[in-house]
């Protein structure tokens, strides 16, 4: 098995640096908020067209523009201030001290101004200069935070706290455990139901072989009448917590810490799918999603997950692959609720269309990369036994003078 199950014994010499131990999990994240980004600016992707509109009309126009909000104005900058983050983040990593504020601006001015240029051919969106120019401060404050970051110490205290608490190569882990409360605020029809895809796949499947040789082809996902049972949603938030922690025990070796990481994704779990309901229904629903299936599946989750804290690595990945192939088929086996339909339309068509390409895609796909991660670390060598072979080798010379 390659995920060792316990950390190598300590050794006076230092092992070798490997290519992979020291980089930032800010470059892995760097594509994902770049599509998501793309996404939001461009959906719902329909009606491309020419509409008379150059380039230099909106690049010219007076700022600010006839109609705008504040709301407006936050977002755009909180929208590309991440992006600036982990760009600065990443060559600040790379030993660009002084000019990785700057190639981080120019990648998200750059990135903004495309955007901006492509909603001139799609009818239901508007151009606007004042946003490029809002996502360029976005982008440059994000970047900002880098320096101020480690002048503060604190990008040297995560380093040293990731030392403590994860592998060497457990970068992807980490990023998926960081993507995995922002895949929980889009509207799910099960609480921590992430993955229920297949319907919108049939959909589009179908469109694509209509009045084709394949056209009855098709599973029928989207014919699915019966809800869940109470036992089957319980199982479902069961899996729905569960899942997380086995993919933190799997890069975790310390008892103490994955007790930590238990309470930390119960109560994360917990926080984001409340805000999740506030922001779908209104505050006075925050908790409407929590009825007793629910709670007793939470609870059990908590339960079975500190009893697990001390088991070994290679069984944390086993359970979350069976858990994610379990939990995937068991969601897309029962249809939505019409609250979830409502929550959705307001996804889509209310303000907050600018997250709804984040959380959409996030709620899609967290659970399939999960599960390409792992089957990708199962077929890689641990660093610490490349690390070990790199020391026999190096010391190899010696011994035989």
């Given at each position: 098995m390659t995920l060792p199950d316990s950390s190598p014994a300590p050794t006076?010499?230092?092992?070798?640096?490997?290519?992979?131990?020291?980089?930032?999990?800010?470059?892995p994240l760097v594509p994902v908020y770049v599509a998501l980004v793309i996404f939001a600016s461009l959906f719902p992707f329909a009606g491309w067209r020419t509409q008379g509109i150059s380039p230099a009309e909106f690049l010219l126009a007076r700022i600010p523009p006839p109609y705008w909000t504040w709301f407006d104005v936050?977002?755009?900058?909180?929208?590309?201030?991440?992006?600036?983050?982990?760009?600065?983040?990443?060559?600040?990593?790379?030993?660009?001290?002084?000019?990785?504020?700057?190639?981080?601006?120019?990648?998200?001015?750059?990135?903004?101004?495309?955007?901006?240029?492509?909603?001139?051919f799609l009818p239901l969106r508007v151009s606007s200069n004042m946003d490029w120019l809002l996502n360029s401060i976005g982008t440059l404050l994000g970047a900002l935070m880098v320096p101020l970051l480690a002048w503060l110490g604190i990008l040297r205290r995560w380093r040293d706290v990731r030392a403590r608490w994860f592998d060497t190569d457990a970068r992807g882990a980490i990023v998926l455990l960081m993507l995995w409360p922002l895949a929980l605020l889009f509207p799910a029809a099960q609480p921590f139901g992430l993955g229920q895809v297949f319907d919108r796949l049939e959909m589009w499947l179908v469109e694509?072989?209509?009045?084709?040789?394949?056209?009855?082809?098709?599973?029928?996902?989207?014919?699915?009448?019966?809800?869940?049972?109470?036992?089957g949603q319980l199982t479902a938030v069961l899996l729905g917590l569960l899942i997380p922690c086995w993919l933190a025990f799997s890069v975790m070796g310390s008892v103490s810490r994955r007790m930590a990481m238990v309470g930390l994704v119960?109560?994360?779990?917990?926080?984001?799918?409340?805000?999740?309901?506030?922001?779908?229904?209104?505050?006075l629903h925050a908790w409407d999603w929590l009825d007793q299936p629910t709670r007793l599946g939470i609870a059990l989750a908590l339960a079975l997950a500190l009893l697990q804290v001390g088991m070994p690595r290679r069984y944390c990945v086993l359970l979350l692959l069976m858990g994610l192939m379990i939990d995937i088929n068991l969601l897309n086996q029962s249809p939505p609720s019409p609250y979830y339909a409502d929550a959705l339309q307001s996804w889509e068509q209310g303000r907050f269309i600018r997250f709804f390409g984040l959380?959409?895609?996030?709620?899609?796909?967290?659970?399939?990369?999960?599960?390409?991660?792992?089957?990708?670390?199962?077929?890689?060598?641990?660093?610490?036994?490349?690390?070990?072979?790199?020391?026999?080798?190096?010391?190899?010379?010696?011994?035989?003078?």
């Open positions: 006076t010499l230092q092992a070798p640096a490997l290519p992979g131990e020291h980089r930032t999990i800010a470059w936050w977002i755009n900058v909180a929208g590309y201030a991440p992006l600036g983050l982990l760009l600065s983040l990443g060559w600040w990593r790379h030993g660009w001290f002084k000019t990785g504020w700057f190639w981080a601006l120019c990648v998200g001015s750059l990135l903004s101004l495309t955007m901006e240029f492509l909603q001139i694509v072989l209509e009045n084709s040789a394949f056209e009855h082809w098709m599973p029928n996902f989207m014919q699915a009448t019966e809800p869940l049972s109470p036992i119960v109560l994360g779990g917990i926080a984001f799918s409340a805000l999740s309901s506030s922001l779908s229904y209104g505050p959380g959409q895609w996030l709620s899609w796909l967290w659970p399939f990369a999960v599960m390409a991660y792992v089957l990708l670390r199962l077929g890689r060598v641990p660093a610490e036994v490349v690390a070990r072979r790199r020391l026999r080798s190096a010391a190899s010379p010696a011994d035989k003078a």
